[in-house]
């Protein structure tokens, strides 16, 4: 079965400055990724995904992943981060020959955009 | 209004209470499903629907119940809390068919079980 592990549980930065949430996957198979975002009182909404094709993934509010399945990683990044972009990031991994795919999230990152 | 609509936003009860949180959508999805956000844990998967006569145990159902009114809406009901149920309750839809899924997720229900 899948598994999703996000080690960072809380990453602080400044506004302006680049950041990078890891994510890294465990399947037998292969599988699709996704990152999910909550703001704050809200629900999840999606950010982006990879199905196949290009590793390098963009997504909405400027943010972008990488696939790298060497390394079974899909970090989140974005270049110069905002007040807005304080949420929960939930990596999440679904494997590709299921009928039913079902997604496997992980602990969540949170993300804390200072002035 | 919201497309995946949560009734009620919190919920307080007393250990041994019967609770029922609702779920009414208006995406026409067909699939739904029932995931609890605890800290630290991420969300957990306790049941799915594809259809009104197709209910699936996902990877925590002891303790709870569902029921697929209609496609639009879909319940989940604790027939005896216990305080270790005391967490944030989201419903979510996908459209189904093949391919991946999305999820659209609802703003969530925070119940607290004393």
């Known amino acids: 079965a899948q598994s999703v592990t996000q080690l960072d549980s809380q990453v602080p930065v400044f506004e302006e400055a680049p950041v990078e949430l890891r994510c890294n996957y465990s399947s037998s198979v292969s599988v699709y990724l996704f990152w999910y975002v909550q703001y704050p009182n809200q629900g999840l909404q999606l950010l982006l995904k990879y199905l196949s094709g290009s590793t390098l993934v963009k997504g909405i509010n400027g943010f972008e992943a990488e696939f790298n399945k060497s390394q079974t990683s899909f970090h989140l990044r974005k270049p110069s981060v905002h007040i807005s972009d304080t949420a929960e990031y939930f990596c999440a991994v679904s494997e590709t020959n299921t009928g039913f795919q079902k997604l496997v999230f992980g602990t969540g990152t949170r993300l804390l955009v200072s002035p | 209004d919201a497309d995946v609509t949560q009734t009620p936003r919190n919920r307080i009860t007393k250990t041994g209470k019967r609770i029922m949180l609702e779920c009414s959508q208006t995406k026409g999805h067909d699939r739904m499903y029932w995931y609890r956000q605890d800290p630290g844990l991420g969300l957990r998967l306790i049941y799915y629907?594809?259809?009104?006569?197709?209910?699936n145990k996902g990877e925590i159902s002891d303790g709870y119940s569902v029921s697929r009114q209609a496609q639009a809406k879909f319940s989940l009901s604790l027939e005896s809390a216990i305080p270790n149920q005391t967490a944030l309750y989201f419903c979510a839809t996908s459209p189904g068919g093949t391919g991946v899924e999305k999820l659209f997720f609802g703003s969530g229900t925070q119940l607290s079980v004393l």
């Open positions: 629907s594809f259809d009104v006569k197709d209910i």
